[in-house]
């Protein structure tokens, strides 16, 4: 039996058989019909999805945006269960998502949504513990879960809360202009005195927040909350109109305007001003 190969595919057709057939064995090993040639690699489509899923995160402020994104990432998911990236990206989105139905008073909506991301965050911190993101929007999750289901259940979440955030300020303090810190900062603002409530301590973390990132809405709207309670009024006054002047963040746009309205209520309750 001959080996054949078309002379496009093998320009050597005619090399001829020498030393018992050798040379045909060379000329198989050289000319390789394409059938039979390993596949050409396919690329990866996981990075161009993560960055078009990131794209449409930030549009987020559309809420059809959003939606999109959820599917995209969702799609990565079912592709690739354990891809650490999409669902630390999942958890982030479903706090977004939760509170936009907080919002519009959908508390069970809003409830379902934030144990969703609660599971995204807690499947990303198994896959990389090492990692910032997993245990920040874990803990951001959990928050938001413990402020929607009331006071009482809400305590036995806040060591969880705060251990997720200490790991946060360890692996990296900058993350997000420092939430890791300013959520640290909330969690003794918010919490009774027998949970370690302390305003004061909230009041150095988050002076120490804005020495880093001067203009962070979250910062300034936490540490005005805190003079106020003090009775620092006119320092909390003019954190709350610094919060209206700063200008448009493309990063955290819904973000900042949702603090401008809580800075605006505020003006307008405890000043009776506002604009």
Not at 31 to 54: E, H, K, N, Q
Not at 219 to 227: A, F, M, R, T, V
Request: proline letters at 5%.
């Amino acid at each position: 039996m001959s080996l054949r190969f078309p002379h496009r595919v093998c320009p050597l057709r005619n090399l001829k058989m020498q030393a018992g057939g050798l040379a045909i064995l060379a000329l198989a090993s050289v000319c390789v019909p394409p059938a039979l040639a390993g596949a050409v690699p396919v690329p990866d489509p996981t990075p161009t999805r993560l960055a078009t899923a990131d794209n449409l995160y930030q549009q987020r402020g559309d809420m059809v945006k959003a939606e999109q994104c959820s599917r995209v990432l969702r799609d990565v998911l079912s592709q690739d269960p354990n891809n650490y990236d999409a669902w630390w990206r999942m958890a982030r989105l479903d706090n977004f998502i939760g509170r936009q139905q907080d919002d519009k008073n959908d508390d069970k909506q809003a409830i379902r949504t934030f144990e969703a991301g609660v599971d995204a965050g807690r499947r990303a911190v198994s896959l990389q513990k090492d990692r910032v993101e997993g245990h920040f929007w874990l803990g951001a999750n959990y928050g938001l879960l413990a402020e929607e289901e009331g006071w009482i259940k809400g305590l036995r979440l806040l060591d969880t809360i705060r251990a997720e955030m200490e790991t946060v300020v360890k692996l990296d303090p900058n993350y997000e202009q420092a939430a890791g810190q300013r959520t640290l900062a909330r969690l003794y603002y918010r919490a009774p005195f027998f949970k370690g409530g302390d305003k004061q301590r909230s009041i150095q973390l988050l002076e120490d927040c804005l020495r880093r990132f001067p203009t962070d809405s979250f910062s300034l709207l936490y540490l005005g909350d805190d003079y106020l309670a003090v009775g620092r009024r006119d320092e909390a006054r003019q954190l709350y109109e610094k919060v209206l002047s700063l200008p448009a963040d493309p990063a955290h746009g819904p973000e900042l305007a949702e603090n401008q309205n809580e800075a605006r209520s505020r003006l307008e309750h405890e000043f009776r001003s506002g604009r």
